[in-house]
């Protein structure tokens, strides 16, 4: 039987690989994203690759970060598709936020978008999914919901209440047979942050996304992206000198 996923922000970076990704392996979609445009070429590259073997993607146009209209949005959407058995909540983004500089009014659409946004459209799918009577929601995280990185302190602290939220989810929602997947991405290549390909252990979004499928489909609790080298790192990921960063920012 053919599987049923959801992803938000897949116009663009780890979303738009997930896409790719999930289509080769005969998954069907749901797409979800601000620009529409951008998602119709998507869903005609995946049409031409997949040889029309799978129905082509369901596309909406969505802003997380506008929750006054984006819940009732995504509510229809899911309903449209029947049976969705995983719900993905990617969309993010990201800017350089340097604390004093007067830039509250990017942290406040970073949290708005990553953090708020996201949990609105979780909602949305957890209330689909205990209706359905089983799911699995996959919020992608970061590893910097682990880190302190200058110029990123909203971004980091997005995704370390994001973190949080899902491990909440994952203790309430069991007993409704409705998985959660936590993913943390270290250092993914894609346009979400300038040469992040500086940062260490970079990996190119393919490589990513191919290890966020294969967590999602053994339906792992967390998933650490890439996972050599940042598991056996992980315990060390808060401890890294403040001297390194600043080196790194030059």
Known sequence: MTRTVVITGASAGIGRALALEFARRGWRLGLASRRLATLESLRDEIVA?????????????????DTAHCAERLRGFLESL???????????????????????????RILQTNLIGTIATLEVAATHFIAQGRGHLVGISSLASLLTIPSQGAYCASKAGLSSWLGAARIELERHGIAVTDVLPGFVVTDIM???????????????????????????????VPGFPWRLLRPFAGLVPDAVWRRMLR
């Open 49 to 65: 690759n997949t040889g029309g073997t799978t129905p082509p993607p369901a596309l909406l146009e969505l802003d997380v970060a």
């Open 82 to 108: 029947g049976g969705v058995d995983v719900f993905i909540a990617n969309a993010g983004i990201n800017e350089f936020t340097r604390i004093g500089k007067g830039g509250f009014d990017g942290s406040q």
């Open 194 to 224: 300038p040469h992040i390909e500086r940062y260490p252990f970079a990996v190119p979004v393919e490589r990513a996304a191919r290890e966020i499928v294969d967590a999602i489909e053994r339906r792992k609790r967390r998933a650490i």
